[in-house]
C-alpha cells in the first residue's frame, strides 16, 4: 500500500479510539456523582462533538501535515510516474536544503533565508512584546471599564480589513515617496527620503501590526487575574515600578506571556503576505521558498520537506525556551 494512502486512514483509527474511549468512561465504575461523557451529553450530542472535534484537528490541522510529512520523503516526480518504480522513499529533498547541487557546497541562499526568518520573528515578537505588556497592563490593571473598552475598540476595529490590504496600507505609508517620507521632507526633518521597505523596517512593523492582537489579549487576560493589593502592597513596601513588575506581575503572567510569544513567532515565522509586499529587494523570506516550490515550480515534495524543517525547527526552539523559563506547555493554553 502506498505511504500516501496510509494517511487517508489515519482520521477513521482516531474517531474510533475517541469513541472507545468514551465507551470506556461510561462503562468504568466512577463517583455516582460525576457522570461519564455519554451521560454528560447524550449520545447523539456526544458523537456529534466526537465528529466535529475529530474533523478539526484531524483535517484541518494533522492530516494536511501528516500528508506533507510523507511527501516530503518521495523523489520530485511527474503525476504519471507517482506510484510507479521510481517513486520510492528518499532523504534527497531535505539534502537539497543543505547542499545547493551535487558538488556545489551548501545551499547557502536558502539556509541564509531560514536562519534570517527565524531571528526576524524572534525580533518580531520582542517588539510586539514590549509594544503590547504596557498596554495589557493599563487595561488590566490602571484604566477605567470605559477607556478599556474605548481602547479595545480602537484595537479590533483596524483588524476588520483583510491582513492584505492592511499590507499593501502600510506600503502606501513606507514607501520612498509615501505619506510618512513627504510629510518629514516637507517638515524638514529630512533632506532625503528613507528607504524604510529596503531597509526592512516594513517588514518588522508589518509583521508587529499583524499579530498585534495575538500577544495583547493573553498578556491581558493573565495579568487582569492578578490581585492588585499584591501590587499596593509592592508599592507600600517602596518597591520601584520596574521592581513590581520584575518580582510581581511578570513572574504572575508568564504564562499569558509564554502564550503571546509563541503564537506571535510562530504566525511571523509562517508568514508569507507581509514578508512579500513589505520585504526590502533582498529580502527572501523562508516561507517565499516554500512557495516558490509549490506554486512556482510545483515541487511538492521539496516543499513539503522546507516546510516541515520550518516547522520542525519553530517547534523545537518554542520547546526551548519554554524549559529555559521553566513554563510548562499546559500553562501557556489555560
Not at 503590547?132 to 483588524?159: D, E, H
Not at 518588522?204 to 492578578?226: H, T, W
Request: proline share 5%; with cysteine.
Amino acid at each position: 500500500m502506498s505511504s500516501r494512502l496510509v494517511v487517508l486512514f489515519v482520521p477513521f483509527v482516531v474517531i474510533a479510539a475517541f469513541w472507545l474511549m468514551a465507551r470506556y468512561e461510561a462503562r468504568q465504575r466512577h463517583d455516582p456523582t460525576h457522570k461519564g461523557y455519554f451521560e454528560r451529553n447524550g449520545m447523539l450530542l456526544g458523537i456529534m462533538f466526537i465528529f466535529l472535534v475529530s474533523l478539526w484537528t484531524l483535517f484541518l490541522v494533522a492530516l494536511p501535515y501528516l500528508y506533507m510529512v510523507v511527501e516530503s520523503f518521495h523523489p520530485t516526480l511527474r503525476p504519471l510516474e507517482r506510484g510507479g518504480p521510481n517513486d520510492v522513499l528518499t532523504l534527497a529533498q531535505y539534502e537539497s536544503f543543505f547542499v545547493a547541487h551535487t558538488g556545489e557546497g551548501m545551499n547557502k541562499v536558502h539556509i541564509g533565508a531560514f536562519i534570517f526568518s527565524i531571528l526576524a520573528s524572534i525580533a518580531v515578537t520582542a517588539l510586539n512584546f514590549a509594544i503590547c505588556y504596557p498596554l495589557a497592563f493599563y487595561m488590566a490593571q490602571s484604566g477605567t471599564p470605559q477607556k478599556v473598552r474605548l481602547l479595545m475598540l480602537a484595537l479590533i476595529v483596524p483588524y476588520w480589513v483583510n491582513e492584505i490590504l492592511r499590507a499593501f496600507s502600510l506600503r502606501l505609508l513606507l514607501a520612498t515617496k509615501g505619506l510618512i517620507n513627504n510629510v518629514m521632507v516637507a517638515a524638514g526633518f529630512i533632506d532625503t527620503p528613507i528607504d524604510f521597505l529596503g531597509n526592512n523596517v516594513g517588514l518588522y512593523v508589518g509583521l508587529s501590526y499583524a499579530y498585534l492582537l495575538v500577544m495583547i489579549f493573553p498578556l491581558y487576560n493573565a495579568i487582569e487575574s492578578l490581585d492588585k493589593n499584591q501590587i499596593e502592597a509592592a508599592r507600600d513596601l517602596g518597591a520601584p515600578w520596574w521592581r513590581i513588575h520584575k518580582d510581581v506581575v511578570i513572574p504572575y503572567a508568564k504564562p499569558g506571556i509564554a502564550s503571546g510569544c509563541t503564537m506571535v513567532f510562530m504566525l511571523s515565522a509562517g508568514s508569507l503576505a507581509a514578508p512579500q509586499f513589505l520585504g526590502g529587494p533582498r529580502t527572501l523570506w523562508f516561507t517565499s521558498v516554500i512557495y516558490n516550490f509549490f506554486f512556482q515550480n510545483f515541487n511538492w515534495a521539496r516543499g513539503s520537506a522546507y516546510a516541515f524543517i520550518l516547522l520542525a525547527a519553530c517547534i523545537a526552539l518554542v520547546m526551548l525556551m519554554l524549559r529555559l523559563f521553566k513554563i510548562s506547555l499546559g500553562e501557556t493554553i489555560k
